[in-house]
């Protein structure tokens, strides 16, 4: 209950449209229960062979019917137009809020279950606006014009249509539960199909390499049946609450003609009244409490998606970025962390300790272990996660101080899996800087070596990743990545293994660009091949969420630590080669 | 439409149970028939006796009137729940049917989607793909079961209901049936418009599922950049889109309800005005025009659901079309009818010129040829985009060669059962997907009936078991969602230890160890030397430490093999593979003696 009373809220801006149309039900109403009058009327007359005007009684049916049927039409268009709208932005409001979600965020929530919420439930939530609030506001509004109107032509014969009422409502009971729960389990085992197929379809060379086609499809195939029968349940179900609803309304039917027809027959009720009655009863009456009932089997259905997306809107960002806060101006570069202490999961700390300045302009490298917290010292500077203790200043300014884009823009990041997007090479480079011009994105390209193997493709920088068959290299979509990276121009550049699949050759190719694009700028990098770090100003040695050894290539290797045994380590066949 | 007959198609193994329904159904409409002339009966019959009897106080025909009632009651009653119990039973049938339909129908795209080959994949965006196996299908489902129980009841109901009204009084009959073409003129007028719409409705849908499926499986890169805003502004565009045309269609569903509502009241009226002119010149009866009045609904609501059928079908054939052209896209790789059985490999591999392009226009390989003893290592070095991955993607066989072939063991891997062909082959990729599953599940992706023992031995060789212990749950630890964040190093040991479960002949390391950092590089190298023992490898690595130890080295060059030896051959020779050799030299170049020989011993102790 609480549920839907936060799904009124929602739906409180759309208040005005929402009257608008109650009161378009209500005009409709009026004139649609103006039908059984005349039609009782003209059956009187012709009961008692007294003459009456049929073309009046024509034109008054048709024009009664065009009315309602304009009304019908502006009214199911409005709403329509509200369920959309409401559906557009709740879409809006649920994609900018997941994109306001933390890194952290998207690492553990599957993808497939993500798009289910935005796509299904969401749909799901605008057919119960369009189809239920149709419902509850014209059969509302009917039913209680219907009742004013039996009561006010005949009160017996008004409580002995009344009398199956309290039926339905233990009908209804019975049902209700079974209707629900059954209902959540569907839509959420819908939620675990669809996770299950994007992740299969995303790493579908997996299943094909361990041949495992057979055993996914069988997988597959169990989930299915599982919804399978859950759906029949729902609409055994469903159908069993709706035929004995109808089965009620005969009863109700059955009385009316009956006890109506002994007031006939003892002068108390006229033949047309008791057409005119039977009509209120069937058509308006009990259809109308059908369709309220069937109704709750769509609210069963719907409240699942709504609990979800209630669910995903309450997620908090782990990172709350003050939109009010002061942007960050261009900085210099001076990076301090300060007594940072940091866990991903409360007490297990990823970093501990940590105290490190960095000048402006400076080369940083980070080197150690997997787990040592390399990527989480990158992590806590783009502030995708806020330290847990100590504090993080760029230029003096405290990360956490400043408004959040402002800070991210002015850091690029290089990531070791480079991700394309379907679209064009040229609009994927441009991802770095959407203003850049056709002559920068090439300048870029030229930068990062790859200009000449995009030159060399039949459509150049109009082909497509992904379709015209043209399938990319691990290194070249790295390069693809480093362009981007560079067109973005931010003053502080990571480079997170951004070079680890690189050939040492095109390393080389590539090291002379990035040499040129590090001048300058204050830059991290984070890399297993130590060639790659050799030159820079500063190498941090993590192990286990501490800084164990900092200085230069020279200085660490004379120090004889544990960079000098990763170094030896590495590099053994040369050295042994050189030894020879 | 012929793809709508193909549909039917699916029908046809449910051709009894459909038989069944349409049955059921047509009971359903004709137990509506009663009820007006039980109408009919009380107002022509008991209430002019009831009437007679009352004024004449006769009270035999009073009786006789009251238990008329009372017949009339129970015989409402009577067929209502007839009537409840057989339409009970038809939508739980046709429930059954729609929901059945759907699962074969997932059941065959989804058995299709992975018999075809990864360059489908390549040319598609996940979310693109799931949209066809999900929200197309559904449409598909109203269209094919209840619509078209419906239509088949329908159209007979329309036939059964005009005889009957003729047979009951054919003037009237005669007005009624006047209005039908009218429905027919009202669909055919907005058809064109409808097929247009529904046809863009369902691309532009797809679209927007494939943009945020892209976009939030990606939203490392897309935050990164900052590109929130951007992200969210270009998926509310599309979500525009869907919502602009969405309107458009309700207008035009909406619309045609709205005439169609009043051609019935228009034939309603007309009627009434006749009829009544005929009760008034006493050539009928008051019942009789009530019956008729109740009858017409029974004419014109089947007509109103034809045309609403008609229009359904127009919205899902656009979908239909979608999952068909998915079935009918031929797998590129299939097996032969003749192809073999290979139980056990010695893994002895040869290519022979073999070409290939991943498009046939622009061959990324040219005449490739080698041959791999059993157990020997090979390591493929070359620049990037050389075609060292495309090498081995043509080994697994996940594309076929152009021109030459690829044998192993003597047999050319397009004559061999593929499923039997991977099995012996163990890949290990640079870029390493675990599913959202326990890290024990993970592990036994290769070897679905590996024990708990097995698993455990294979992440103790991968260097993982200490770390999977240290968990509170240890193996049966999920990852992704609720689960826990793995290093890109922990996920490539991960990746390593489902290749050594599942034991293959050929193990192909593509870069496996580049996230590995040198500490853990040079654990998971033990085992994997280990792995390596009496096996076929194939080795891609940048770094030469992992290629020395190679029998032999392939230098691949744009599509060539340009060079192959031992390391120590061709280091000797002027080549690529010197220049590359020198090229990571170089910083052990700029030492002095003196360091050298410290960090050796450093490096050693």
Same mark, same amino acid.
């Given at each position: 209950?609480?549920?839907?009373?936060?799904?009124?809220? @929602?739906? +409180? *801006?759309?208040?005005?449209? !929402?009257? #608008?149309?109650? /009161? &378009?039900?209500?005009?409709? %109403?009026?004139?649609? $229960?103006?039908?059984?009058?005349?039609?009782?009327?003209?059956?009187?007359?012709?009961? @008692?062979? +007294? *003459?009456?005007?049929?073309? !009046?009684? #024509?034109?008054? /049916? &048709?024009?009664?019917?065009? %009315?309602?049927?304009? $009304?019908?039409?502006?009214?199911?268009?409005?709403?329509?137009?509200?369920?959309?709208?409401?559906?557009?932005?709740?879409?809006?409001? !649920?994609?900018?809020?997941?994109?306001?979600?933390?890194?952290?965020?998207?690492?553990?929530?599957?993808?497939?279950?993500?798009?289910?919420?935005?796509?299904?439930?969401?749909?799901?939530?605008?057919?119960?606006?369009?189809?239920?609030?149709?419902?509850?506001?014209?059969?509302?509004?009917?039913?209680?014009?219907?009742?004013?109107?039996?009561?006010?032509?005949?009160?017996?014969?008004?409580?002995?249509?009344?009398?199956?009422?309290?039926?339905?409502?233990?009908?209804?009971?019975?049902?209700?539960?079974?209707?629900?729960?059954?209902?959540?389990?569907?839509?959420?085992?819908?939620?675990?199909?669809?996770?299950?197929l994007q992740?299969?379809l995303a790493?579908v060379?997996?299943?094909?390499?361990?041949?495992?086609?057979?055993?996914?499809?069988?997988?597959?195939?169990?989930?299915?049946?599982?919804?399978?029968?859950?759906?029949?349940?729902?609409?055994?179900?469903?159908?069993?609450?709706?035929?004995?609803?109808?089965?009620?309304?005969?009863?109700?039917?059955?009385?009316?003609?009956?006890?109506?027809?002994?007031?006939?027959?003892?002068?108390?009720?006229?033949?047309?009244?008791?057409?005119?009655?039977?009509?209120?009863?069937?058509?308006?009456?009990?259809?109308?409490?059908?369709?309220?009932?069937?109704?709750?089997?769509?609210?069963?259905?719907?409240?699942?998606?709504?609990?979800?997306?209630?669910?995903?809107?309450?997620?908090?960002?782990?990172?709350?970025?003050?939109?009010?806060?002061?942007?960050?101006?261009?900085?210099?570069?001076?990076?301090?962390?300060?007594?940072?202490?940091?866990?991903?999961?409360?007490?297990?700390?990823?970093?501990?300790?940590?105290?490190?300045?960095?000048?402006?302009?400076?080369?940083?490298?980070?080197?150690?272990?997997?787990?040592?917290?390399?990527?989480?010292?990158?992590?806590?500077?783009?502030?995708?996660?806020?330290?847990?203790?100590?504090?993080?200043?760029?230029?003096?300014?405290?990360?956490?101080?400043?408004?959040?884009?402002?800070?991210?823009?002015?850091?690029?990041?290089?990531?070791?899996?480079?991700?394309?997007?379907?679209?064009?090479?040229?609009?994927?480079?441009?991802?770095?800087?959407?203003?850049?011009?056709?002559?920068?994105?090439?300048?870029?390209?030229?930068?990062?070596?790859?200009?000449?193997?995009?030159?060399?493709?039949?459509?150049?920088?109009?082909?497509?990743?992904?379709?015209?068959?043209?399938?990319?290299?691990?290194?070249?979509?790295?390069?693809?990545?480093?362009?981007?990276?560079?067109?973005?121009?931010?003053?502080?550049?990571?480079?997170?293994?951004?070079?680890?699949?690189?050939?040492?050759?095109?390393?080389?190719?590539?090291?002379?660009?990035?040499?040129?694009?590090?001048?300058?700028?204050?830059?991290?990098?984070?890399?297993?091949?130590?060639?790659?770090?050799?030159?820079?100003?500063?190498?941090?040695?993590?192990?286990?969420?501490?800084?164990?050894?900092?200085?230069?290539?020279?200085?660490?290797?004379?120090?004889?630590?544990?960079?000098?045994?990763?170094?030896?380590?590495?590099?053994?066949?040369?050295?042994?080669?050189?030894?020879? | 439409?012929?793809?709508?007959?193909?549909?039917?198609?699916?029908?046809?193994?449910?051709?009894?149970?459909?038989?069944?329904?349409?049955?059921?159904?047509?009971?359903?409409?004709?137990?509506?028939?009663?009820?007006?002339?039980?109408?009919?009966?009380?107002?022509?019959?008991?209430?002019?006796?009831?009437?007679?009897?009352?004024?004449?106080?006769?009270?035999?025909?009073?009786?006789?009137?009251?238990?008329?009632?009372?017949?009339?009651?129970?015989?409402?009653?009577?067929?209502?729940?007839?009537?409840?119990?057989?339409?009970?039973?038809?939508?739980?049938?046709?429930?059954?049917?729609?929901?059945?339909?759907?699962?074969?129908?997932?059941?065959?795209s989804y058995?299709?989607l992975?018999?075809l080959?990864?360059?489908y994949y390549?040319?598609r965006q996940p979310g693109k793909i799931m949209a066809r196996l999900t929200?197309?299908?559904?449409?598909?489902?109203?269209?094919?079961?209840?619509?078209?129980?419906?239509?088949?009841?329908?159209?007979?109901?329309?036939?059964?209901?005009?005889?009957?009204?003729?047979?009951?009084?054919?003037?009237?009959?005669?007005?009624?049936?006047?209005?039908?073409?009218?429905?027919?003129?009202?669909?055919?007028?907005?058809?064109?418009?409808?097929?247009?719409?529904?046809?863009?409705?369902?691309?532009?849908?797809e679209?927007?599922i494939g943009?945020?499926t892209?976009?939030?499986?990606?939203?490392?890169?897309?935050?990164?950049?900052?590109?929130?805003?951007?992200?969210?502004?270009?998926?509310?565009?599309?979500?525009?889109?869907?919502?602009?045309?969405?309107?458009?269609?309700?207008?035009?569903?909406?619309?045609?309800?709205?005439?169609?509502?009043?051609?019935?009241?228009?034939?309603?009226?007309?009627?009434?005005?006749?009829?009544?002119?005929?009760?008034?010149?006493?050539?009928?009866?008051?019942?009789?025009?009530?019956?008729?009045?109740?009858?017409?609904?029974?004419?014109?609501?089947?007509?109103?659901?034809?045309?609403?059928?008609?229009?359904?079908?127009?919205?899902?054939?656009?979908?239909?079309?979608r999952?068909?052209?998915t079935?009918?896209?031929?797998?590129?790789?299939?097996?032969?009818?003749?192809?073999?059985?290979?139980?056990?490999?010695?893994?002895?591999?040869?290519?022979?010129?073999?070409?290939?392009?991943?498009?046939?226009?622009?061959?990324?390989?040219?005449?490739?040829?080698?041959?791999?003893?059993?157990?020997?290592?090979?390591?493929?070095?070359?620049?990037?985009?050389?075609?060292?991955?495309?090498?081995?993607?043509?080994?697994?066989?996940?594309?076929?060669?152009?021109?030459?072939?690829?044998?192993?063991?003597?047999?050319?891997?397009?004559?061999?059962?593929?499923?039997?062909?991977?099995?012996?082959?163990?890949?290990?990729?640079?870029?390493?997907?675990?599913?959202?599953?326990?890290?024990?599940?993970?592990?036994?992706?290769?070897?679905?009936?590996?024990?708990?023992?097995?698993?455990?031995?294979?992440?103790?060789?991968?260097?993982?078991?200490?770390?999977?212990?240290?968990?509170?749950?240890?193996?049966?630890?999920?990852?992704?969602?609720?689960?826990?964040?793995?290093?890109?190093?922990?996920?490539?040991?991960?990746?390593?230890?489902?290749?050594?479960?599942?034991?293959?002949?050929?193990?192909?390391?593509?870069?496996?160890?580049?996230?590995?950092?040198?500490?853990?590089?040079?654990?998971?190298?033990?085992?994997?030397?280990?792995?390596?023992?009496?096996?076929?490898?194939?080795?891609?690595?940048?770094?030469?430490?992992?290629?020395?130890?190679?029998?032999?080295?392939?230098?691949?060059?744009?599509?060539?093999?340009?060079?192959?030896?031992?390391?120590?051959?061709?280091?000797?020779?002027?080549?690529?593979?010197?220049?590359?050799?020198?090229?990571?030299?170089?910083?052990?170049?700029?030492?002095?003696?003196?360091?050298?020989?410290?960090?050796?011993?450093?490096?050693?102790?």
């Amino acid at each position: 209950m609480q549920l839907l009373a936060r799904f009124a809220r @929602e739906l +409180r *801006p759309y208040a005005k449209t !929402l009257l #608008f149309v109650g /009161l &378009l039900t209500l005009v409709s %109403a009026i004139l649609s $229960l103006q039908i059984p009058n005349i039609i009782g009327d003209l059956f009187d007359a012709l009961n @008692e062979r +007294r *003459p009456i005007h049929l073309p !009046l009684v #024509f034109g008054s /049916l &048709l024009g009664i019917a065009a %009315a309602l049927a304009a $009304l019908g039409y502006s009214m199911s268009v409005t709403v329509t137009f509200l369920g959309q709208r409401f559906m557009y932005d709740m879409r809006r409001t !649920l994609y900018g809020h997941l994109q306001s979600l933390s890194q952290g965020f998207f690492e553990k929530a599957q993808t497939g279950k993500l798009v289910s919420t935005i796509v299904n439930d969401v749909g799901q939530v605008n057919q119960l606006i369009t189809s239920g609030f149709v419902t509850v506001v014209q059969d509302g509004v009917t039913l209680i014009g219907v009742l004013f109107l039996i009561f006010a032509e005949d009160w017996r014969l008004a409580l002995m249509a009344l009398s199956v009422y309290p039926v339905y409502v233990v009908n209804y009971a019975v049902s209700r539960r079974h209707l629900r729960e059954n209902a959540a389990k569907i839509s959420e085992l819908r939620g675990v199909i669809l996770s299950d197929l994007q992740e299969k379809l995303a790493g579908v060379q997996v299943v094909k390499s361990y041949a495992q086609e057979r055993a996914e499809v069988r997988q597959y195939t169990s989930l299915n049946r599982d919804n399978l029968n859950l759906n029949v349940e729902q609409s055994k179900m469903g159908t069993a609450l709706f035929v004995r609803a109808e089965v009620i309304s005969a009863f109700g039917t059955a009385i009316v003609l009956c006890v109506g027809g002994n007031f006939v027959i003892n002068g108390q009720l006229s033949v047309g009244e008791l057409v005119a009655f039977l009509l209120l009863a069937t058509t308006y009456l009990y259809q109308p409490t059908v369709r309220l009932i069937q109704l709750n089997d769509q609210i069963a259905r719907t409240q699942a998606g709504l609990n979800r997306i209630f669910e995903l809107l309450d997620t908090p960002p782990l990172v709350t970025g003050d939109a009010d806060a002061p942007a960050l101006p261009t900085i210099r570069g001076l990076i301090r962390y300060e007594n940072v202490w940091f866990a991903y999961e409360p007490e297990q700390y990823v970093l501990r300790d940590i105290n490190l300045t960095v000048e402006p302009g400076q080369m940083i490298a980070f080197v150690g272990g997997s787990g040592s917290g390399k990527t989480t010292m990158i992590n806590l500077l783009s502030r995708h996660y806020d330290v847990t203790e100590g504090r993080l200043t760029l230029d003096g300014y405290d990360v956490r101080s400043v408004n959040l884009p402002s800070l991210r823009q002015q850091i690029g990041v290089v990531l070791q899996e480079s991700v394309l997007f379907h679209t064009t090479i040229l609009e994927n480079l441009r991802y770095g800087r959407l203003d850049a011009t056709d002559d920068e994105v090439k300048e870029a390209a030229r930068a990062a070596n790859i200009h000449h193997v995009i030159e060399a493709l039949p459509d150049g920088y109009d082909t497509k990743i992904g379709e015209d068959g043209t399938k990319f290299s691990v290194g070249e979509k790295q390069r693809m990545a480093i362009a981007r990276a560079i067109l973005a121009d931010p003053r502080i550049l990571v480079l997170d293994e951004a070079t680890s699949s690189l050939d040492s050759e095109t390393e080389a190719l590539i090291q002379d660009a990035l040499d040129t694009l590090m001048k300058g700028r204050t830059s991290f990098v984070i890399a297993h091949r130590l060639s790659t770090i050799i030159k820079a100003d500063k190498i941090v040695v993590m192990d286990r969420g501490e800084i164990k050894e900092a200085g230069t290539h020279a200085q660490l290797i004379e120090h004889g630590g544990i960079y000098a045994r990763l170094y030896a380590e590495q590099f053994r066949a040369e050295l042994e080669a050189v030894a020879a | 439409m012929d793809n709508f007959k193909r549909l039917l198609r699916y029908l046809k193994p449910y051709r009894f149970r459909v038989a069944l329904a349409v049955g059921l159904m047509f009971a359903v409409t004709l137990s509506a028939i009663p009820l007006p002339l039980l109408q009919k009966q009380i107002v022509d019959v008991a209430i002019p006796l009831g009437k007679k009897g009352l004024a004449q106080s006769a009270n035999a025909d009073l009786l006789r009137a009251r238990q008329m009632l009372i017949w009339v009651f129970a015989g409402i009653i009577g067929l209502y729940l007839a009537r409840g119990f057989v339409s009970y039973t038809l939508n739980a049938l046709i429930g059954w049917l729609g929901q059945r339909v759907v699962f074969d129908l997932r059941f065959q795209s989804y058995r299709h989607l992975q018999r075809l080959s990864l360059a489908y994949y390549d040319g598609r965006q996940p979310g693109k793909i799931m949209a066809r196996l999900t929200s197309d299908i559904d449409v598909i489902q109203y269209a094919l079961t209840s619509g078209f129980v419906n239509f088949i009841t329908d159209v007979a109901t329309v036939f059964i209901i005009i005889g009957w009204l003729l047979y009951l009084e054919w003037r009237l009959a005669v007005i009624a049936l006047l209005i039908l073409p009218l429905y027919v003129v009202n669909y055919k007028l907005l058809l064109g418009k409808i097929r247009e719409v529904s046809v863009e409705l369902r691309e532009r849908r797809e679209k927007m599922i494939g943009t945020v499926t892209e976009k939030l499986a990606a939203i490392a890169v897309v935050k990164a950049f900052v590109r929130e805003q951007y992200e969210t502004d270009y998926f509310m565009q599309t979500v525009r889109d869907n919502f602009d045309l969405g309107m458009v269609q309700v207008k035009l569903n909406r619309f045609l309800g709205a005439t169609s509502q009043v051609i019935r009241m228009l034939g309603t009226g007309l009627l009434l005005w006749y009829g009544g002119a005929l009760v008034l010149r006493r050539n009928l009866q008051p019942g009789e025009l009530l019956a008729f009045y109740g009858y017409i609904g029974y004419l014109y609501e089947p007509a109103v659901r034809l045309v609403d059928f008609n229009v359904q079908v127009q919205w899902a054939i656009a979908a239909i079309d979608r999952v068909f052209e998915t079935l009918d896209t031929r797998p590129e790789i299939i097996d032969a009818p003749d192809a073999v059985h290979l139980p056990t490999v010695r893994g002895e591999v040869e290519f022979r010129d073999v070409t290939f392009g991943y498009d046939p226009e622009q061959p990324v390989l040219h005449n490739i040829s080698f041959h791999v003893q059993p157990g020997e290592t090979i390591a493929i070095v070359g620049p990037s985009g050389a075609g060292k991955t495309t090498v081995v993607n043509l080994l697994a066989r996940f594309y076929d060669v152009q021109r030459g072939a690829v044998l192993v063991d003597g047999h050319d891997i397009k004559g061999v059962r593929l499923e039997t062909m991977r099995r012996h082959i163990g890949t290990v990729m640079q870029e390493t997907i675990l599913f959202s599953v326990s890290l024990k599940e993970n592990i036994k992706y290769g070897k679905k009936d590996a024990t708990d023992a097995q698993v455990i031995a294979a992440a103790q060789s991968a260097d993982l078991h200490d770390f999977i212990t240290s968990l509170p749950d240890g193996y049966e630890t999920k990852t992704g969602e609720d689960g826990i964040k793995l290093s890109g190093g922990q996920k490539q040991r991960m990746a390593i230890a489902r290749a050594i479960l599942a034991d293959p002949r050929i193990l192909i390391l593509d870069d496996a160890t580049s996230a590995l950092d040198s500490h853990t590089e040079a654990n998971v190298q033990a085992a994997l030397s280990d792995l390596m023992k009496g096996r076929t490898n194939f080795v891609i690595a940048h770094r030469l430490s992992t290629i020395t130890s190679a029998d032999r080295i392939l230098v691949v060059s744009e599509g060539r093999v340009v060079d192959s030896g031992t390391h120590a051959e061709l280091v000797a020779r002027p080549g690529l593979y010197q220049d590359l050799y020198q090229e990571q030299f170089k910083t052990v170049g700029e030492l002095t003696d003196a360091e050298r020989v410290r960090l050796l011993t450093a490096g050693a102790a």
